[in-house]
């Protein structure tokens, strides 16, 4: 959430910040801007009229001694009729803070002054690559979903008769790939980075969903679940670990905090019809671990270069060819400021797939959480950031192209091996 302090102060700022995200917020920013100089006039009438009643009030006893009782009628019936012109104009206040909450809830994140301006993917830069295990193949590489196939560990067509399109169904090695793959990276984040492992709720509230910035905007987007109030699925672990700290002020003596959570993710992925419709790439149920941290706002930036390469480390460490990516002002989330996208090679595709988004989200959702620091000058509103360490479905994905043999086995990573069992995976 903005702070409406700058609109107020600096809305060009906050207008050009619209425009380098490409717009789409235009409209509602300018409408907000309106509707709270209205609000504020509006209030500033409100506080002259009772400045007028309260003085009324505190001349009464004087005017009863020297006027009589008539006169203490006449300013009476004043102060009744100021009222009634105060009760008028506070009813309209109500419904326009409403309005304007719903506005400020509705915009984004400004980005950071070290994004670079740009309108979408084409406009992103490529920070760093590590194409050094880039395999060349003798035979043409098939893509994930027919080795899984062909190897029996992966199975779509029961998936999708026991859940509809979009769902994926592992079994066998297919299913342990999937278990040491999280083991690896949770052993990896937890004993040698430092994190704190967490087992979320898998179900939160909309103020939950809310304080991150899912709701209200994308909520076309979750899965809500029936009952007798409103709860979701959640679309990430960043959700329930960044919003254990809502509402509450944390000892600047505790900071940073960070946390790792393995989560399955639900999402419906609204508008994305026709698009990675094959294989695990965008499944409407997928595994993540996550990884959060709240931090002191002077060293959230340097926090978001440790967190992406905690999550790079997952992908050199099982010899996964990929590269970092700065995203442009017009291709980042909606609570970030500013973000690297992690791209691992998919050699039947002869590209790079995004595997893991870092981002650091500013004071944004610190604000929409009221998650405080205190400190020697006052409150002040903590940083968070989040990342992918990494998303499973396409972690598994990955190593069965990029380790799939001519015989159609594939072979398990050396640092996988020990959580896995077994050095190759054939045909059962």
Same mark, same amino acid.
């Given at each position: 959430m903005l702070d409406i302090k700058l609109l107020r102060t600096n809305p060009e700022k906050v207008r050009k910040a619209m425009s380098d995200r490409g717009g789409a917020a235009l409209p509602a920013l300018e409408t907000l801007i309106a509707r709270d100089e209205a609000y504020r006039a509006v209030m500033a009438e409100v506080e002259k009229l009772r400045a007028r009643r309260n003085e009324i009030s505190a001349g009464i006893a004087a005017i009863r001694k020297e006027k009589g009782p008539d006169a203490v009628k006449e300013v009476m019936a004043e102060a009744n009729k100021i009222k009634e012109e105060m009760q008028a104009r506070e009813g309209g206040l109500s419904e326009a803070k409403k309005e304007i909450d719903a506005l400020v809830l509705s915009l984004p994140n400004l980005p950071h002054e070290s994004v670079s301006i740009g309108k979408n993917e084409a406009d992103?830069?490529?920070?760093?690559e590590n194409a050094s295990s880039k395999k060349e193949f003798s035979f043409k590489p098939a893509d %994930? %979903?027919?080795?899984?196939?062909?190897? &029996?560990? !992966?199975d779509f067509e029961t998936a999708t008769l026991l859940s &509809?399109?979009?769902?994926?169904?592992?079994?066998?090695?297919?299913?342990? !790939?999937?278990?040491?793959?999280?083991?690896?990276? !949770?052993?990896?984040? #937890?004993r040698k980075h430092g994190y704190t492992e967490v087992i979320p709720p898998y179900i939160v509230t909309a103020e939950t969903l809310t304080g991150t910035g899912q709701l209200p905007k994308f909520e076309e987007d979750l899965y809500r679940v029936s009952g007798e109030h409103p709860a979701y699925l959640i679309p990430t672990?960043?959700?329930? !670990? #960044?919003n254990m700290f809502r509402g509450k002020i944390l000892k600047e003596s505790d900071l940073p905090l960070k946390f790792t959570a393995y989560t399955a993710c639900f999402r419906q992925e609204a508008g994305s019809y026709g698009k990675d419709t094959r294989g695990l790439i965008r499944n409407h149920q997928f595994n993540k671990v996550e990884l959060v941290w709240i931090t002191k706002p002077e060293e959230s930036m340097a926090a978001l270069e440790t967190l992406a390469s905690d999550a790079a480390e997952i992908l050199s460490a099982l010899e996964l060819p990929h590269r970092v990516i700065s995203l442009c002002t017009g291709d980042m989330g909606f609570s970030s400021c500013k973000t690297y996208d992690l791209e691992v090679w998919l050699p039947s595709e002869g590209r790079y797939r995004e595997i893991s988004s870092c981002s650091n989200c500013w004071d944004f959702q610190g604000r929409r959480m009221n998650t405080r620091i205190k400190r020697e000058k006052g409150m002040e509103f903590v940083h968070s950031l989040n990342g992918s360490g990494l998303a499973v479905g396409r972690t598994f994905a990955a190593i069965l192209e990029n380790f799939q043999n001519a015989?159609?086995?594939?072979?398990?990573?050396?640092?996988?091996?020990?959580f896995f069992g077994a050095e190759v995976i054939k045909a059962a």
């Open positions: 992103n830069k490529v920070v760093r %994930h %979903h027919t080795i899984g196939e062909k190897l &029996g560990i !992966l &509809g399109a979009r769902f994926a169904l592992m079994k066998g090695a297919g299913a342990r !790939l999937e278990r040491a793959l999280i083991n690896f990276m !949770l052993d990896m984040h #937890t672990a960043e959700v329930p !670990l #960044t015989d159609g086995s594939v072979s398990v990573p050396d640092a996988l091996r020990p």
